[in-house]
């Protein structure tokens, strides 16, 4: 019998194109509507979602497994009504990891030249040269976060010209070709005490929320940029904004905000030092994302564990 998927992911104007995606790229997989009131929500053995209230995660306990449409699935966990026993897992694929390579690349290229002043004096139509003769061979970008995106980002900066240097919370594999790997209190100084560039990929948990504040950030040295591509939690946005008025940091590129969609009212809309973008680092296609969604549901079918499996205990 083939698996069955049952889909609430983007709400029930999104299930067409999910089943015709599927249709096309995994018809092996079975695919159901969450929000089809004709088909019993325990039809089937997996889910695909993004978001779901307690109701729906109290109506998943009985799955072998959830999927979300994310890499980030702490809005899910949150919940005490997050079935623990469930298999949980993030969303991958090779997409994913190259379009945040994409994106960070982008992001340090706009603050190594000052892109942001381009804009700003765009929109004025006023014509004005900003030169800058830094070149990536002569910028240090630290990664905070060497899981499997923050591999292909770190490798993908150094085949660039960047010096890389990446940091995880506990010691692991090391590092390939040219990015140097620390970890533990000791390697995070280090990684901070050089890095003309900060990249943070870090999962959110109880140990790296407000990691990114006043203490840490003035570790850097005066006149580095800071992109957050990992999550809104991490960082303290008022420390952020103190230490770019004081010319500690010379700018910052966020794709994550702790208040999303963020506040018409927050001062980082219309601050001259910060380019925001609305969580757009990593979005996959959706041909991109059926793939990956059935080739785990292939794999657990067969008794495995996918390698973006959600631990409890580390929080990620």
């Known amino acids: 019998m083939a698996p069955r998927l049952i889909i609430s992911a983007d709400g029930p104007e999104a299930f067409a194109g999910w089943r015709d995606s599927f249709a096309t790229h995994a018809p092996d997989i079975e695919i159901l509507s969450w929000f089809d009131p004709a088909t019993p929500r325990d039809a089937a053995q997996y889910a695909l979602v993004w978001e779901a209230d307690d109701d729906d995660l109290r109506a998943m306990g009985h799955l072998h497994g959830i999927l979300c449409t994310g890499a980030g699935v702490n809005h899910l966990v949150r919940s005490p009504a997050f079935p623990r026993h469930v298999p949980l897992v993030r969303m991958g694929g090779g997409d994913t990891a190259r379009l945040m390579a994409d994106y960070v690349l982008w992001a340090c290229m706009t603050l190594l030249r000052d892109a942001r002043t381009w804009a700003l004096q765009q929109a004025r139509h006023e014509w004005a040269r900003n030169l800058v ?14 899981g499997q995106i923050g591999a292909v980002v770190a490798q993908s900066l150094a085949r660039a010209g960047f010096e890389v240097c990446a940091w995880r919370r506990s010691r692991g594999e090391t590092a390939d070709g040219p990015v140097s790997l620390f970890s533990g209190s000791q390697g995070l100084e280090h ?26 950030l003035t570790q850097l040295p005066r006149g580095a ?92």
């Open 191 to 216: 990684v901070l005490g050089q890095a003309d560039l900060l990249v943070n990929l870090l999962p959110s948990t109880p140990q790296t929320r407000h990691l990114l504040n006043e203490a840490t």
């Open 225 to 316: 940029g800071l992109i957050n591509v990992g999550r809104g939690d991490h960082l303290v946005e008022a420390d952020l904004l103190a230490l770019l008025d004081a010319g500690h940091l010379c700018g910052a590129v966020l794709d994550v905000v702790a208040e999303e969609p963020l506040s018409t009212h927050s001062p980082l809309w219309d601050h001259p030092a910060i380019t925001l973008t609305p969580h757009v680092a990593s979005e996959a296609s959706r041909e991109e994302q059926v793939r990956y969604v059935a080739e785990v549901i292939r794999e657990m079918e067969r008794g495995g564990n996918p390698s973006l499996l959600y631990d409890h205990q580390r929080g990620y």
């Open 133 to 146: 003769s830094r070149t990536s061979a002569n910028t240090r970008v630290a990664v905070l976060g060497y």
